[in-house]
């Protein structure tokens, strides 16, 4: 090498610019400082010679093993969601019931108030973590008030999967809609819009493969598909095999200026339920079971306009958000006594052709008015539509034994109040004038909710 002819050079150089007036001095200070810092220099360039020469030969095989093992460590993201809340509603709030609509009554605990007092809600343990440079897991256990753990998701997704897919499998929050992807803790309200309470159960579950296409355009546009099980409403569990759900959505959106940006989407959902029933009790006071079978289509459009000054929301900003449903159901409606004696209105088994329309939506406002600090307001409304069913029409039941499918036109206003010490903690205030149960049936009810979140938890979605 010329290391050392390049740095006796150097040194000459600084030897020749002192002038003859410096001769003089002591120079061998000076060349014992040249030799430390030659010497110096060519010990560094050696260590990164070693290190190149490491690095480009091949590893010995326990070195392999080694590197193997740290590039697919469990090293996964863990967050624990805490959530609670003190509630009063003016009404028993577990005899809560959505006029003209099944199921009768609210299935989880994420929708209106269902319990009096102070409460725990649906809280989660969350799992996430690549499984290697393919794959990454993802894990989500409700813990539910009643001292139970459910499998919220449980889902494997693909990583570079190339040309803008992704597959997921598994169980998951359905891709439909705006609201469904996400979980209770990142919700505006404390509770579901009656919309997806009447049509989805609060929120449609997927268990099954859900392949997503985001197209290699400016504006962000995606596609998605979806196919598995419906054993969740508004599907049921049919105990057969094959695909009973599917799902078709497409999303698009964008920036309006710097301070603007959108999101639109179209989806669709069918299942075919078989038995999908609730409890009741007819005219004579006896218990049945009336249930539904046949085919169950909802298509809905969505909208979400977000403002924030220059694109900074930490002072201010602005969260509009729209959706609207449409679903048809046809089939077989049938009511069953429940002690198989054959007692009360419906006999042994009665049952008669279904036909049903309904729609609903909701429209709501966000605004942060100052740093931690938000107000806003939800608008609820839904249509039962006229339902036909046939064994009323046919004179075998008479229409007060089927109470549930009365028409009406549920609706609810609700104004609340949040503020968060950080994004991790938030603190909630709503009331809502919940005019659901039926005609003259008014609930006024209150919140105070609490949601905190421990841990590394992923960014959620638009």
Known sequence: MNRISVSMLAACGVLSSFPAVAADLDLQALRDEIAQLKKSYEQRIDAMEKRLASATAP???SATVGARGAATGFNPDISLILQGAMTKAQREPASWTLQGFVPAGEPEEVGP???????????????????DPNFRGHLNLALSPENTIAVEEAWFQTLGL??????????????IGYQNEQHPHTWDFADAPLAYAAFFGNRLTAEGLQMKWLAPTDSWIELGLEAGRDNAFPGSN???????????????????????SWRAGLSAVGTRPTNRGFAQTDTTGNANTVAFSGNSRTVGADFVWKWA?????????????????????????????AAAAGAGNCGVRL?????????????????????????????????SGNTAVGMVNSGALAAANLPQF????????????DYASSEFARLRFQYARD?????????????LQYVMSIGAHGAHNF
């Open 162 to 175: 190339g040309n803008g897919l992704t597959l997921k499998g598994g169980r998951f929050l359905s891709g």
């Open 406 to 417: 009365a028409a009406w036109k549920p609706r609810r206003d609700t104004v609340m109040i």
């Open 309 to 337: 000054p220059n694109g900074n929301p930490s002072e201010r900003n602005f969260k509009l958000q729209a959706e609207a449903f449409r679903r048809v159901e046809k089939g077989e409606l049938s009511c069953v006594d």
């Open 351 to 383: 049952a008669g052709s279904y036909d049903a329309t309904q729609s609903g939506l909701y429209v709501q406002g966000v605004y942060q008015f100052m740093p931690h600090w938000r107000a806003g307001y939800r608008y609820d409304r839904l249509d």
């Open 238 to 260: 049919r105990n057969k095999n094959g695909s009973a759900l599917g799902a078709v959505f497409a999303h698009a959106g964008g920036d309006v200026g710097i301070s603007g």
């Open 113 to 131: 108030p269902r319990r009096k007092g102070l409460s725990l809600r649906e809280s989660e343990l969350v799992l996430s973590a690549n499984v």
């Open 59 to 61: 590893p010995a095989a």
């Open 435 to 447: 005019v659901s149960r039926g005609p003259g049936l008014v609930d006024n009810q209150f919140w």
